[in-house]
């Protein structure tokens, strides 16, 4: 019989680094920015610190491996910095986070992503990653390669040396890979860092990929998000496994203590009903480590027989629709785009928000209107890249009739069309269905959540669209009246070999005609043009935005998750005037002189 | 060229055409907008009178006024008109396919007149369409024609005399063709019919082209002294216009022969017999209402034990098809008229039964008997087993 021996954690990882997003030299480029990215901004929101971070990413030369390049990776934060002694646990130990199964919606959870990317610098270059850092304590900072003892789950601190460093605090980390850079497409760097600064208004960013141009994107928000208390845990979250192990972190206390004081949720008026369902009292009374597995799973199953207030939502974190306009905007020219921020709910029994964007940028706007929209996908306010088709989101994408909102849809797919969908879910309880947080496992209570934001922001783009049609249709209809006219004078001059004065007189009387129409069209422009200012004065004292930003509002929705009758005919009342008016504008610019009593009417 | 008239009509189209443009170019002198009106050929203006025999147009016309809408349909009806007036004044006859091409050429040379371009032929179609209905005259006066499809007839007793556009004349005698088809083709209004010998029996049209090539290969109108005619589906102008000549010209009994089922029944037999609602102002030449329906016959079916099968509701053209039917029953004044109750109780019985049986069952009928379609055929015509 062949002898059974146990691994360290790390010895796992390190052998399983595809299970943590490190499956192919891309991936382990775009998984090691944003592990070093999450924590730079975690840190950062924990300490109230406004994010700043820098990132420069090279080709430094050939990688070890065959078809890679070796990758140089910097992250540089303005966060409080970490104390010296912490440095091996944070990136060199697998499991060490200050924010494990707090119930909090941060970006990390486990502690397993930075000391994976750590393992993968080793692994690929045979050394680990290079940190400063510097917390406000500190008069110099300091310097140090970190490496992962893969045998025993520590970190190791190498060629530590201290420096002076400009910064009053921050955190820099430089890794050194193998890997290949791929910037755009749904696994681009790019994508990631685009997505990042979507959800992020608060972060000023600076990057600088390859030989490209660095780019700075300062912060349109000044407020660090207010990250939620940590929640107790829900019972009806918890299986009964879960459920025991709970209680070993709480030592010698009574049950009625433990259930109490271990969970959301429960009170005094729970235990009796738990009475009531056949909990012997002194069971309640008994000690927790007196307490045999029967009777926890007595007690389990009595808890789920009772109904629950579902959890409190306050855990949850909203990027916010003022927040997410101006952020939107940041990613380039749109000419339309709608945000809905839902109210917090409770999807499965946990604490959910879900935030839906629909953009439609002018540079897309000249491609090709059959491929899909761009679907970017946020769990916590990170980008999701990869696995797209098995998420949550965008099952509840698909699920959706687009075609009914004016957008083409192949059967069973996201719509196609110049779009940009940004849907955010944030909870202190996402359910991924891998460890390295590719996708989103929703049920059907957090799929039909999402897909209601979206046909929220569906409503508005649908009436967007439509109006963009009648504006057109309106165009064209003019545009008619200028190229078929004088053929239509022509012809019938000649059928009948008309004399010159008298198409002379037709082309002055078509022209009335003309004038006739474009005057009414240019009423109706100039009535459009002064509501639709009087709405952008309204938008621009509201967001600070520019002309176009629509966003519907959590506080113009109804219950049913439907904007109110009158939010929904202000938006599309003002939509449908400003595509007019800017019709209008185009139509009548080639338009032919106006009849002499069109002039004087005016 | 020669003229050739289809019907002792008094319309003289270029005056009516001037009559037209001037209150055209007249209102637009006022800055008024001009009106067009049309015979609105639609089943909501079809009359049937069963003394007359065919749909007539009610009261109904289409107006259009010209405004940012119909500006396009105006100045390409008034440029389309232009060409087809030039060349009537010159006798030039063209196909539909043609004029299309005519007027693309003349698009593409003139970069003005870009804007009445035609995406395809069934554009200018109709708008040639629209021509004729304004001005309430047959396409083929206006000298326009389609490719016309069908009307393959064969006879050993049939002489057809046709005056060429030069004035001379044509003779053709359908015996000495053998198997080789005699088809007409444009304006069979003006042919001179009539029978080597004697009096030709009947004319027989069968739907399908396939079939009636079939009768002629066996003899059927060697051994018969009749006329028999390949509709191929729904008839043409020119099959219609033929069928009405052949009719009015030899008075003898016309038959049709084709599948029971309500397409059939409403499409094909309806038009050749009484015209259709869209033709509303040609149905008086372009039908012949003595045609007879000769079968498929329900009680064929059930006397010949005819393979006959259901209606398959999920096929999206026969679903279409008995919907249209039942739409026929309550709207189709032809349907609805007590001289064809008949062919209405065929109507009820297809959307009934929802069975249909196609002309060639007979075939079935005796394998081994080539010649059972034409014994069918005869001994039906014989018992006046015909509605």
């Known amino acids: ?602 | 060229m020669a003229k050739i008239r289809i019907r002792d009509s008094k319309i003289d189209i270029t005056k009516e055409a001037k009559i037209l443009c001037e209150s055209i170019l007249s209102d637009l002198e006022k800055a008024k907008r001009p009106v067009l009106e049309a015979v609105k050929c639609s089943l909501d203006n079809s009359f049937y009178n069963s003394k007359v025999g065919f749909l007539t147009a009610g009261d109904k016309v289409v107006k259009t006024e010209l405004n940012v809408s119909s500006v396009q349909k105006m100045t390409r009806t008034i440029f389309m008109l232009e060409i087809l007036l030039e060349k009537l004044v010159g006798a030039a006859t063209h196909t539909k396919r043609e004029y299309y091409y005519i007027v693309k050429g003349m698009i593409k040379k003139n970069p003005e007149l870009k804007a009445l371009d035609f995406d395809d032929q069934p554009e200018s179609d109709a708008i040639i369409d629209f021509i004729c209905d304004m001005l309430e005259v047959y396409r083929e006066e206006m000298n326009c024609f389609a490719n016309d499809r069908g009307g393959q007839t064969y006879s050993k007793n049939l002489v057809v005399t046709e005056t060429m556009s030069d004035g001379s004349t044509a003779v053709v005698d359908l015996s000495s063709l053998g198997t080789t088809p005699f088809q007409p083709k444009n304006k069979p209004q003006q042919f001179k019919l009539k029978p080597k010998k004697g009096k030709i029996d009947f004319c027989l049209v069968i739907e399908s082209e396939g079939t009636a090539n079939t009768l002629v290969a066996n003899g059927m109108h060697i051994r018969h002294n009749c006329i028999i005619l390949g509709a191929q589906g729904v008839p043409s102008n020119g099959v219609r216009g033929w069928c009405k000549t052949i009719q009015d010209q030899l008075k003898i009994p016309m038959y049709f022969y084709g599948d029971l089922d309500a397409y059939t029944l409403q499409n094909i037999f309806r038009t050749l017999k009484a015209g259709s609602a869209a033709s509303l102002i040609r149905n008086a030449d372009f039908s012949a209402p003595d045609v007879r329906f000769l079968g498929v016959l329900p009680e064929d079916v059930k006397k010949l034990d005819l393979n006959y099968y259901d209606v398959n509701d999920r096929d999206v053209a026969e679903a279409r098809s008995l919907k249209k039917a039942k739409d026929a029953l309550e709207n189709d004044p032809f349907f609805q008229d007590k001289k064809n109750k008949k062919l209405a109780d065929i109507l009820h019985w297809l959307v009934r039964e929802k069975k249909r049986c196609e002309q060639q069952a007979v075939f079935s009928v005796d394998p081994k008997d080539p010649l059972i379609l034409e014994k069918v055929i005869i001994d039906k015509i014989k018992r006046g087993s015909y509605v």
């Not at chain 1, 009758?565 to 019709?583: Q, S």
């Open chain 1, 1 to 602: 019989m062949s002898k059974i021996t146990s691994s360290s954690t790390a010895e796992y990882f390190a052998k399983n680094l595809q299970q943590v997003g490190f499956s192919s030299p891309s991936k382990a480029v775009l998984t090691t920015l944003k592990e070093a990215v999450d924590n730079s901004l975690d840190a950062c929101e924990e300490s109230g610190i406004l994010p700043e971070i820098l990132i420069d990413i090279q080709k430094t030369g050939a990688g070890a491996s065959r078809n890679t390049d070796l990758v140089s990776i910097i992250v540089e934060d303005n966060g409080p910095g970490l104390d010296p002694e912490d440095l091996p646990k944070v990136f060199g130990e697998y499991l060490a986070s200050s924010k494990f199964g707090r119930g909090r919606a941060s970006r990390g959870q486990q502690g397993i992503g930075i000391s994976a990317a750590t393992t993968w610098a080793q692994l690929t270059n045979a050394s680990g990653v290079r940190v400063t850092s510097k917390t406000k304590n500190m008069r110099k900072a300091v310097s140090a390669i970190i490496d992962v003892d893969i045998k025993q789950n520590r970190g190791i601190l190498k060629k530590k040396e201290t420096i002076d460093w400009d910064k009053p605090h921050g955190t820099r980390v430089e890794f050194r890979i193998d890997g290949r850079i791929v910037l755009n497409g749904d696994g681009g760097l790019l994508t990631y860092l685009e997505g990042t600064t979507l959800v992020n208004p608060h972060l000023s960013i600076t990057y600088k990929l390859m030989d490209q141009e660095a780019r700075a994107i300062p912060r349109v928000s000044n407020e660090v998000p207010e990250i939620p208390a940590a929640t107790l845990p829900h019972p009806h979250t918890m299986k009964l496994g879960e459920f025991m192990t709970h209680a070993g972190l709480f030592g010698k206390i009574t049950l009625s203590n433990f259930l109490i004081k271990g969970f959301s949720r429960v009170n005094e008026a729970t235990l009796k009903e738990l009475v009531k369902k056949g909990v012997a009292k002194g069971l309640l009374t008994k000690n927790l480590s007196a307490i045999s597995e029967v009777e926890y799973k007595k007690v389990y199953q009595a808890l789920h027989e009772i109904e629950l207030v579902a959890p409190s939502t306050r855990s949850v974190l909203t990027v916010g629709e003022e927040a997410l306009s101006k952020s939107v905007q940041r990613l380039g020219e749109t000419d339309f785009f709608s945000v809905v921020t839902r109210k917090p709910t409770i999807c499965d029994f946990k604490p959910v928000v879900v935030e839906v964007a629909i953009a439609r940028f002018t540079h897309l706007t000249s491609e090709a209107n059959d491929a899909p929209i761009q679907l970017l996908r946020f769990a916590n306010r990170v980008p999701l890249q990869f696995d797209k088709g098995a998420c949550a989101i965008t099952k509840a994408v698909e699920s959706v009739n687009w075609r009914s909102y004016g957008l083409n849809q192949p059967k069973d797919s996201v719509p196609t069309g110049p779009f940009v969908y940004a849907i955010s879910v944030t909870s202190p309880f996402i359910k991924f269905k891998n460890a390295s947080k590719e996708t989103i496992d929703g049920g059907e209570d957090l799929v039909e959540e999402i897909r209601r934001a979206l046909m929220q922001a569906g409503q508005k783009l649908s009436r967007h669209i439509k109006a963009e049609g009648k504006a057109a249709d309106l165009e064209r209809k003019i545009s008619h009246m200028e190229k078929f006219g004088p053929i239509l004078v022509q012809y019938l001059a000649k059928i009948l070999g008309a004399p010159k004065a008298r198409t002379e007189r037709a082309e002055v009387g078509l022209k009335k005609l003309l004038g006739r129409d474009a005057s009414s069209a240019e009423a109706e422009l100039e009535q459009a043009t002064s509501k639709l200012q009087q709405l952008k004065d309204k938008q621009r004292a509201k967001f600070g935005g520019d002309d176009g930003v629509t966003p519907v509002h959590q506080d113009e929705v109804d219950a049913a998750g439907t904007p109110s009758e009158a939010a929904v005919e202000e938006h599309e009342e003002l939509a449908a005037r400003d595509l007019k008016a800017a019709a209008l504008k185009k139509g009548t610019k080639k338009k032919a002189d106006p009849a002499p009593d069109a002039r004087a009417k005016k």
